[in-house]
DNA sequence: ATCGATTTATTGACTAGTTAGTCTATAACG
DNA sequence: CGTTATAGACTAACTAGTCAATAAATCGAT
């Protein structure tokens, strides 16, 4: 704090200060308010995906939203409440996207290389989730700890996973000593990293990891591998 | 340290505001450049890796290195540069563990064995080199990028990995086909994701990762999996 | 239908508190 | 004595969040 040590009083309108009460608007405003609603959500995914939590700006989120910054305290209440809206928006978009695909339960090895192609394609398509998913670890899942909805989005996902698994080993076409959460966290793994660290290992080997031909040669890397650990 | 040993001039002492030029001093500051710049890296370290950059403060650095936040200007310029520092540094870090260790070259199950185990281990030894380069990857290498460090780093390790692939090849222990850059991926992704993204994945499933009976578990099945694909 | 009252979507202006970075002084050390 | 390690005070710009105004939509009663 600089000079004044008073509460300024009457200061004496030089500058054009608008007057309180006689604002001029710039027109007809359309309103719409699950539109912004959902253009506020879609900035910010944007914005926290590029910058995590503390490196996004409110006010980018607004510009980017085409909004004033206000609507967006209006419906989300803060930044933080902002944050874990957009979070369960991606994470309910993720188990839409693993409710609508068809599991092959009578065929464990096809349903296996199902669910890696599956996998590596959906973080292929949705790459902000990732970054999503790597702030909320950077901050030791602080929002996702609070909240039940990731467990009840893995439950029918881990579900089928274990079903295919029952069934490969009964019928001795996968090996008998699976963890199911080990090799799930594999199967993401072998996928994620090669997303999520695409900048610094595409500049380390020289090699643009997100063009086409490297993304297929890697799904079926992926599919390789996880097949034959999963060999009796 | 209340005291000061030097002749004070007249200050006055009613006016709380000290007059530039007759500063009040802690007392004896015990002067230490390298120290002091060591002290500083490693503050930021933990402070970039807890936020990321864009969550990072300098002045919580400069009071995590019990240092004046001018220190930091002095020696490192900014805020990116001191983050250069930070990353340049942890990186030298990793040549170094990876430059010390023995290799196996008679024996390239063995040694590739190893590979895994140490790389699995370095991760799980430094978690915050995994919190910067996932800042790192969010920023899209921005920084790593304009330095060839991580390359001439990766370089002696890759040319090791190589010697071991092609003479398990010959020996037709491994099998033919192998993507080098794939397969290092892969080794780095089985480890580097579970530890990464243990905070999401823990609560997910109910498991603690960190525990370190998982570690060994999980340091076994990535050993088995890369293992049982690299047959011929 | 229509009109006034109420609700609510929306914004401009503002503020208190931060934050990266600077200016200047000082003292330790060779 | 000159160099430099170190810190205190300061600032301009930024940033999350607030206040108060305004107008579009909605609803209830004519």
Redesign the pocket.
């Known amino acids: 704090m ?1 000079a004044s040590p008073h509460p300024k009083k009457d200061l004496p309108q030089l500058a054009p ?2 007057v ?4 001029v ?2 027109g ?6 699950e539109q ?1 609603k959902s253009r506020i959500l879609e900035a910010a995914l944007e914005i926290f995906a590029a910058g995590g939590f503390g490196g ?4 980018e989120i607004a510009l980017k939203a085409g ?5 967006i ?2 419906y989300f209440g ?3 409440s902002l944050y874990v809206a957009v979070l369960e928006k991606s994470l309910n978009a993720l188990a839409e996207y693993h409710d609508s695909l068809p599991v092959h339960f009578d065929d464990p090895e096809e349903a296996m290389r199902q669910i890696i192609r599956n996998t590596f394609d959906y973080f292929v398509a949705t790459p902000k989730i990732i970054s999503l998913m790597n702030t909320e670890n950077l901050l030791r899942a602080k929002y996702i700890k609070s909240s039940d909805l990731i467990r009840s989005i893995y439950k029918p996902i881990m579900e089928r996973f274990h079903r295919i698994i029952e069934f490969g080993s009964q019928k001795s076409v996968f090996r008998s000593d699976i963890d199911e959460v080990d090799l799930y966290i594999s199967i993401s793994a072998l996928s994620y990293f090669y997303l999520s660290n695409q900048w610094t290992l595409s500049h380390i080997f020289k090699r643009n990891l997100g063009d086409a031909p490297f993304l297929a040669q890697r799904k079926e890397h992926i599919v390789a591998m996880v097949m034959s650990y999963l060999k009796p």
Chains 1, 2 share one sequence.
């Open positions: 600089a200060r608008p309180p009460g006689r604002r608007r710039a007809r405003v359309e309103r719409n308010a912004s996004a700006r409110v006010d909004v004033s910054k206000n609507l305290y209006h803060n930044k933080e």
